[in-house]
């Protein structure tokens, strides 16, 4: 098992496939011409295989890929196939720009439940936040997985005066199809123009969607990073992810292990642990993984606490969240 000071066992490893990205998200991805790692320095699709087996080996039962965009990855079909077959679930956070390639090879390595980015219903807006022309392609794909019985959660990061006065259309697509809409708080990442001002909190989510509908709280468990809520008559439910007002570290299973190799304890954390050189080696790196994680600060990467309307963010020490893996 792998245990922190708090006593938070960690089952849940999120492996991010490359910092590269087919979108430019302003808050995501710091600049246009952002160099991406180069393949040499990304782990291998084998080498992907070992480290998820060992974490696996060590309690782990659930991986969700991630990135940059993961399916961008040349060899993507490889690892998620190779991936499939551990005694673990195997999940994805992807833009959905690409999932018409890859819905036979999920299907077939038994994934189940994709989350799935979209921060706007507007086409000409989607193209504004990610610099790309693909609204249509992500809306046509996230039918096509809801059409192949994919349990779709939808990610909508809220941004005040940008996407924040479509929150109820978002809810109003959960009345009409069966996706699971996660209203995310804007978090401050290097290089990504974040201030407070521009948080939109749970509960102004919460007061803006009961304006208009009554909304019961659904019961989740103790790891969950979002509080759902549904609806009476809506197939799918709305949940959110208070980071900034309201986190939830104290039920926290997490890791990450970064496109080149790195393991990161906490979202936020400053600190990481280089897997992949020691690996290469031959080394064990168990003793690396529960070194990293016996250092996990209670909070928020020990960077700062709740209070986010005095939080300056040139004084977070981070990645940027495109190098992280969401
Ligand atoms: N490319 C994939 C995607 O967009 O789903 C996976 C990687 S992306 C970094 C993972 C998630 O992080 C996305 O849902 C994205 O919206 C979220 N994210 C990125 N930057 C964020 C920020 N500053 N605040 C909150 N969420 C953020
Ligand atoms: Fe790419 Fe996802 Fe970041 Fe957007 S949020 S730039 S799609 S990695």
Known sequence: ?????????????????????????????????????????????????????????????????????????????????????????????TNATRLHEFADVLQAAGVRSLNISLDTLQAEKFTMLTRRDQFRQVRDNIDLMLGRGFHVKVNAVVMKGINDMEINDFIRWTRDAPVHVRFIEFMPFSGNRWNSNKVVTMQEILATVQQQYEITPLTGDQHDTAKAYSISGHPGTFAIISTMSAPFCSGCNRMRLTADGKLKNCLFSREETDLLTPLRRGDDVLPLVLQNIGSKKKELGGQFTTDFEHLHPENIDNRSMITIGG
Request: proline share 5%; charged share 25%; aromatic share 8%.
């Open 1 to 93: 098992m792998i245990v922190d000071t708090f006593g938070r066992v960690h089952t849940y490893l999120r492996i991010s496939l490359t910092d590269n990205c087919n979108l430019r998200c302003f808050y995501c991805m710091p600049e246009e011409d952002y160099t991406f790692t180069p393949a040499s320095r990304l782990m291998q699709p084998n080498e992907i295989e070992t480290l998820a087996k060992i974490f696996v080996t060590n309690g782990v039962d659930k991986i969700r890929l991630t990135g940059g965009e993961p399916l961008v990855r040349k060899d993507a079909k490889d690892i998620i196939s190779a991936l499939g077959l551990l005694p673990a679930s195997l999940t994805l956070t």
